[in-house]
C-alpha cells in the first residue's frame, strides 16, 4: 500500500546543531508540505513543494529549510536547531486540492 | 484574535452521547472546511470535506457550515470509545493548489465506555 514515511520518530538535539528531518512519499504525489504542532498553535505550516525542484516558504519558515531532487522526498532541514523548535513535525502530501491531503505520524524533536 | 477558533476542551462524554464539536473563524472569504481526526501520537486523517454552507453526513459523522455565523460544527452520534481522538478543523478559501490550509487548535475528545 502507498504511504507516507518520517524518520526519525523521536530525535532529542542540542542548541546549534544542524538537524535533517525525513519525508517519503510512495502515492507519487506532486505536494508536499511540512507543519509543525504546538500546543495552543495548532499545526502550522513551515515550508511546501509542488514539484520536484520547487520549494515555497510557509508561515513559520524562520531557521528551517527544504530540497526537492525527487517526487517521493522531502527532506526539512534545520540549519541551527533552537529550543523554540522543539515541537511534533509533520509531513503531508496531497495529488492537488485540499481535501485529500495524507499526513505521516510525525517526528518528535526534542532541543536542548 | 486567531483567524480559526476552536475550544480545545478536553471534551468527555459518555458512550452512545451525541457529540457536537466546534469551530469559528473570521475570514469570510473560506469556502472549504473540513474536520480531521488525530488519535494521540498519530497524524491527522481527514474525516469530513464540505464546500460552502449546508450539511454533509458520512455515517455517524455530520459537518454542518453556517457561513453567515462563520460557524461550522461537527456532530458524532452514538458515540464510540474508538472516537476518543483530537478533532481539528480547517479550511480555505480555494480549492486549487492554495498551500494556505488553516487549522483550528484542536478539541480533545474522550467517550467513556
Known amino acids: 500500500d502507498a504511504e507516507i514515511t518520517q524518520s526519525p520518530r523521536h530525535k532529542i538535539t542540542e542548541t546549534g546543531r544542524q538537524v535533517t528531518l525525513a519525508c517519503h512519499q510512495t502515492?507519487?504525489?506532486?505536494?508536499m508540505f511540512w507543519y509543525r504542532q504546538d500546543l495552543g498553535h495548532g499545526l502550522r505550516l513551515i515550508h511546501y513543494s509542488y514539484g520536484v525542484q520547487d520549494t515555497n516558504k510557509g508561515e513559520v519558515s524562520d531557521g528551517y529549510s527544504v530540497s526537492r531532487s525527487n517526487t517521493e522526498d522531502l527532506p526539512l532541514t534545520l540549519e541551527s536547531a533552537a529550543s523554540s523548535q522543539t515541537s511534533v513535525y509533520f509531513c503531508?502530501?496531497?495529488?492537488?486540492?485540499?481535501?485529500?491531503?495524507?499526513f505521516g505520524p510525525g517526528t518528535r524533536l526534542t532541543v536542548l | 484574535q486567531k483567524e480559526v477558533e476552536q475550544d480545545p476542551g478536553p471534551l468527555s462524554v459518555p458512550e452512545g452521547a451525541i457529540v457536537s464539536l466546534n469551530c469559528t473563524y473570521s475570514?469570510?472569504?473560506?469556502?472549504?472546511f473540513m474536520w480531521y481526526r488525530q488519535y494521540s501520537r498519530k497524524g491527522p486523517e481527514l474525516l469530513m470535506y464540505?464546500?460552502?454552507?449546508g450539511n454533509k453526513e458520512d455515517g455517524r459523522f455530520t459537518a454542518q457550515v453556517d457561513k453567515s455565523s462563520k460557524y461550522i460544527s461537527l456532530f458524532i452520534r452514538d458515540s464510540q470509545p474508538s472516537d476518543s481522538a483530537t478533532y481539528l478543523c480547517?479550511?480555505?478559501?480555494?480549492?486549487?493548489?492554495?498551500?494556505?490550509?488553516?487549522f483550528g487548535t484542536g478539541t480533545r475528545l474522550t467517550i467513556i465506555p
Open positions: 475570514n469570510s472569504a473560506f469556502q472549504y
Open positions: 502515492w507519487n504525489h506532486n505536494n
Open positions: 480547517a479550511m480555505t478559501t480555494s480549492n486549487f493548489g492554495n498551500e494556505k490550509l488553516t
Open positions: 464540505t464546500y460552502s454552507s
Open positions: 503531508a502530501s496531497s495529488p492537488g486540492g485540499q481535501e485529500k491531503r495524507f
